[in-house]
Nanobody, 123 residues
Framework: QVQLVESGGGLVQAGGSLRLFCAAS????????MGWFRQAPGEEREFVAA????????GYADSVKGRFTISRDNAKNTVLLQMNSLKPEDTAVYYC????????????????WGQGTQVTVSS
């Protein structure tokens, strides 16, 4: 098990940038593939980005490709989601998730979740 805490959300104008952080507890952080998901009001939770244990492989939803970048620092047990060129449709609660094994875009393959951080993009 790993405990996850997100931070860095907030209110930003369209076209702006935000950086989300996910801090993980536990000594085996480098064993986990990590993902970011988001959930807008009235919508299902959806995949945003994922990264494998080493940081050498990443995946993105088509809606964020070219605008968002996921990275990790295993020495600091952190995962970063850099979000640029934000759009109002990016407004959602963003969740960090972890799974033992390979990178996955499938929400059901993650069994460790943070509490989420709100991102609001105004038009």
């Amino acid at each position: 098990q790993v405990q996850l805490v997100e931070s860095g959300g907030g209110l930003v104008q369209a076209g702006g940038s935000l950086r989300l952080f996910c801090a993980a507890s536990g000594r085996t952080f480098s064993s986990y593939a990590m993902g970011w998901f988001r959930q807008a009001p009235g919508e299902e939770r959806e995949f945003v980005a994922a990264i494998n244990w080493s940081g050498g492989s990443t995946g993105y939803a088509d809606s964020v490709k070219g605008r968002f970048t996921i990275s990790r620092d295993n020495a600091k047990n952190t995962v970063l989601l850099q979000m640029n060129s934000l759009k109002p449709e990016d407004t959602a609660v963003y969740y960090c998730a972890a799974r033992v094994g390979s990178l996955s875009m499938n929400i059901y393959r993650y069994d460790n979740w943070g509490q989420g951080t709100q991102v609001t993009v105004s038009s």
